[in-house]
T-cell receptor
């Protein structure tokens, strides 16, 4: 069955520490891949996206993500987390040939000072 | 920077009442979407709309739901007779081209619907 999995519901990191949020997908063909962030009371903001080409993509706010076809993963990373990064992060896919985004369950990031 | 705007930000209604959620997509965008997020659950696709008609809808989008582009700027979601389980955050989104053609979706800040 087609699915998007974010295995971590909550993650807590210290300010200044590195961050990696995991995302795995299960689709017949590699879909288009996205990471969105949702701050409390806010809408969904696109951090970055992968369509093709270079498997390491850079996004806004210092985030990057790496597409690994062999692992069906698209993990989000940031070398040094800031307190303002506390939010919920959603991995999403758009199946090629489809017309909608399918979201993972989200990972809530807490940043401790 | 152009943005998608949604009104109201929060609406409380009684079960069985009709609700209309409004969205103003980005002006040059052609594709429009509604998603919803029940508290604590995933963001779910409801419907996509292009060229004044529904292009795709999910199984959630039953006969109680309808969408309309009543004029050149607004895109509305109507829930005909609300149920308790319709309580959720509803997100409007728009894109210049469809996600099938690698269109990036721009989301509004959401309308929280509470059904009592």
């Amino acid at each position: 069955a087609q699915s998007v999995t974010q295995p971590d519901i909550h993650i807590t990191v210290s300010e200044g520490a590195s961050l990696e949020l995991r995302c795995n997908y299960s689709y017949g063909a590699t879909p288009y891949l996205f990471w969105y962030v949702q701050s409390p009371g806010q809408g969904l903001q696109l951090l970055l996206k992968y369509f093709s080409g270079d498997t390491l993509v850079q996004g806004i706010k210092g985030f990057e993500a790496e597409f690994k076809r062999s692992q069906s993963s698209f993990n989000l990373r940031k070398p040094s987390v800031h307190w303002s990064d506390a939010a919920e992060y959603f991995c999403a896919v758009a199946p090629r040939g489809g017309n909608k985004l399918v979201f993972g369950a989200g990972t809530i990031l807490r940043v401790k000072s | 920077e152009p943005e998608v705007t949604q009104t109201p930000s929060h609406q409380v209604t009684q079960m069985g009442q009709e609700v209309i959620l409004r969205c103003v997509p980005i002006s040059n965008h052609l594709y429009f979407y509604w998603y919803r997020q029940i508290l604590g659950q995933k963001v779910e696709f409801l419907v996509s709309f292009y060229n004044n008609e529904i292009s795709e809808k999910s199984e959630i989008f039953d006969d109680q739901f309808s969408v309309e582009r009543p004029d050149g700027s607004n895109f509305t979601l109507k829930i005909r007779s609300t149920k308790l389980e319709d309580s959720a955050m509803y997100f409007c989104a728009s894109s210049e081209v469809s996600t099938m053609n690698t269109g990036e979706l721009f989301f509004g800040e959401g309308s929280r619907l509470t059904v009592l």
